[in-house]
């Protein structure tokens, strides 16, 4: 049997390079920064280069953007580029390190429109984050057909055991109201083994 290699690209869309120069560097508030990871979102879908999932990693210390991720698992066949790994990925490429919180003075945030999935969940824990925020619930995005996976109901307090803060709801809404956009004009629910039509 004959292998063959394949590579993964880990690609933003070509609409994020005009977005990211026309966008603020730091942001000051949770909210702004909240603000910011919603609108990736909605521009995800309007765009229509991905699910409506989006997600950043700042500086704690400032609120200075390190790296941004959309959901790309349809544009690239593959399940797993969800919004939350692609910001954690490419953040850690910018610093360096596998671990965004390897030095005593690295302090990282994961600021994602959506709570993590039981994927996501996983890579925050090894990502070396410091605090996680999230908008839309997992119960919202399950509202609109969207498989969360086998996630324990206590997640953040699992976080919050290892170091990690957890703040929720933050612009929940706002969030909400691009899963519920996403799902009114027909996005793809792309679940494994689900009938596609």
């Known amino acids: 049997m004959k292998l063959h290699t394949f590579e993964v690209v880990l690609r933003l869309p070509g609409w994020m390079e005009d977005f ?39 500086d704690l210390k400032d609120g200075r953007l390190i790296a941004v991720g959309v959901n790309q698992v349809e544009k690239i066949n593959c399940s797993i580029v969800h919004a939350e790994i692609l910001a954690i990925a490419l953040a850690q490429k910018k610093i360096g390190h596998y671990d965004l919180g390897a030095k005593a003075d690295m302090s990282y945030e994961l600021v994602t429109s959506t709570e993590p999935c039981v994927m996501c969940l996983g890579a925050i824990v090894w990502s070396g984050v410091r605090q996680v925020v999230c908008a839309a619930r997992d119960e919202d995005a399950r509202a609109i057909g969207f498989d969360e996976g086998p996630k324990p109901e206590n997640w953040a307090q699992s976080l919050e055991d290892r170091g990690i803060a957890v703040v929720k709801d933050v612009l929940r809404e706002d969030a909400k109201a691009v899963l519920n956009d996403y799902n009114k004009t027909g996005g793809l629910i792309y679940n494994s083994r689900q009938e596609q039509s």
């Open 20 to 58: 990211l120069s026309n966008s603020k560097e730091t942001f000051s508030s949770i909210e702004e920064r909240m603000q910011f990871v919603i609108t990736l979102a909605r521009m995800n879908i309007e765009h229509k280069t991905g699910g409506p999932f989006g997600a950043a990693i700042f």
